[in-house]
């Protein structure tokens, strides 16, 4: 089985992180990292660039557990990316990050968490930045 992270470079996306190498080692897990964008013209805050997705890669190795770090700019949300990855893969859990969002935020932009809790066939953990 695997636990999957919603990944975003970000304080809430590096909470996701920490909580899901915490929750693959108790578990023996596989950990998969995804990162996602639908990309286009102007850039993500989302995606992960260069460094931080080096960076990713080092805390990754240095946790000793077996990982996948993904990264897709194909045109699709984050939000269905992940929920596409939980359809057709062993995903035992996702963990997302939360932040807190005004209401005409929400309405402007949408929520890839609330996507992904109402569409995802497993168990979502969400966490919060400290």
């Given at each position: 089985?695997?636990?999957?992270?919603?990944?975003?470079?970000?304080?809430?996306?590096?909470?996701?992180?920490?909580?899901?190498?915490?929750?693959?080692?108790?578990?023996?897990?596989?950990?998969?990292?995804?990162?996602?964008?639908?990309?286009?013209?102007?850039?993500d805050p989302a995606m992960a660039d260069v460094l931080d997705y080096e960076r990713v890669e080092k805390l990754l190795q240095a946790a000793g557990l077996a990982y996948e770090l993904k990264q897709f700019v194909r045109g699709n949300s984050a939000a269905d990316e992940i929920v596409a990855l939980t359809e057709t893969l062993p995903i035992s859990m996702v963990v997302i990050g939360l932040r807190k969002r005004s209401p005409v935020g929400k309405l402007i932009m949408g929520s890839v968490a609330q996507d992904i809790l109402l569409n995802v066939p497993c168990p979502v953990l969400a966490v919060k930045a400290r």
């Amino acid at each position: 089985m695997t636990i999957l992270v919603a990944y975003a470079p970000r304080p809430e996306g590096q909470a996701a992180l920490d909580q899901g190498i915490e929750i693959a080692k108790q578990r023996k897990e596989l950990l998969m990292v995804v990162n996602a964008s639908p990309g286009g013209e102007k850039d993500d805050p989302a995606m992960a660039d260069v460094l931080d997705y080096e960076r990713v890669e080092k805390l990754l190795q240095a946790a000793g557990l077996a990982y996948e770090l993904k990264q897709f700019v194909r045109g699709n949300s984050a939000a269905d990316e992940i929920v596409a990855l939980t359809e057709t893969l062993p995903i035992s859990m996702v963990v997302i990050g939360l932040r807190k969002r005004s209401p005409v935020g929400k309405l402007i932009m949408g929520s890839v968490a609330q996507d992904i809790l109402l569409n995802v066939p497993c168990p979502v953990l969400a966490v919060k930045a400290r």
